[in-house]
């Protein structure tokens, strides 16, 4: 099974230096493609980023000549990394760690789930309006949980997947809610690691900055 992985990057090159270490430091196969897409960042120490991690492992580097938003980032992502063959892809924000087993931990899920969604990325946030988690847990198993919604810091798939569920959606800037959407309609769940092996890092930055997306059971 050959697995591509996307990392969608606009600056903030504190972030994608620790993104970048959580990678070094995991398990992951030699033939992993990496698919680093940048939405026009003037920072040169993302590149300088870049270009040391790619000493290390194979990737594919695009650079945007307009910042476009992270679904249109993601979109190039997915496309060239399912174009260049890839089984399955998995895709991660620049904010965002890993641990040692995470790739492994997803991919087991994928296998086990072939025909939805799987993330690491288990956040119990409640809405600051609603006081209500945002991505409630729908039910528990014993290194999984079932969930109705979850953000789009990462999320592993297959293209079958990707075609019915994601693409389209993919030049949107609520990308991610139109997924979660589509899946319901499907009568679909995704499935989250348990525990977490992502972790969002951006805090203060994005869409809830008062109460961002994190996740408490992750461990390095």
């Not at 959580?22 to 698919?35: C, G, M, P, Q, R």
């Not at 679904?71 to 620049?94: K, M, W």
């Not at 109705?148 to 030049?171: A, F, P, T, W």
Request: glycine letters at 4%; a neutral charge; proline letters at 3%.
């Amino acid at each position: 099974m050959k697995l591509g992985i996307i990392i969608t990057t606009f600056e903030r090159p504190e972030y994608l230096k620790q993104c970048l270490e959580s990678i070094n430091n995991a398990d992951i196969k030699n033939d992993v493609l990496f698919f680093i897409v940048d939405d026009c960042s003037t920072d040169i120490n993302v590149f300088n980023l870049i270009n040391n991690f790619s000493k290390n492992h194979f990737v594919k580097l695009n650079t945007k000549t307009f910042n476009k938003g992270i679904h249109d980032s993601l979109l190039i992502g997915f496309e060239r990394a399912f174009y260049s063959g890839c089984d399955v892809v998995i895709n991660l924000d620049s904010d965002a760690v890993i641990n040692k087993e995470a790739i492994n931990i997803l991919l087991e899920l994928h296998n086990q789930f072939p025909h939805t969604i799987v993330t690491g990325f288990n956040t119990l946030i409640c809405d600051v309006t609603t006081k209500q988690p945002r991505h409630p847990i729908i039910s528990t198993h014993d290194k999984y949980f079932k969930k109705r919604s979850i953000g789009g810091i990462n999320m592993c798939m297959n293209k079958m997947i990707y075609d019915k569920y994601v693409r389209h959606e993919l030049n949107r800037y609520n990308w991610d809610w139109r997924v979660c959407h589509n899946l319901q309609m499907d009568n679909k769940y995704f499935i989250v690691s348990n525990p977490s092996c992502v972790q969002h890092i951006g805090i203060g930055e994005g869409m809830h900055v008062n109460q961002p997306d994190f996740a408490e059971d992750f461990k390095m």
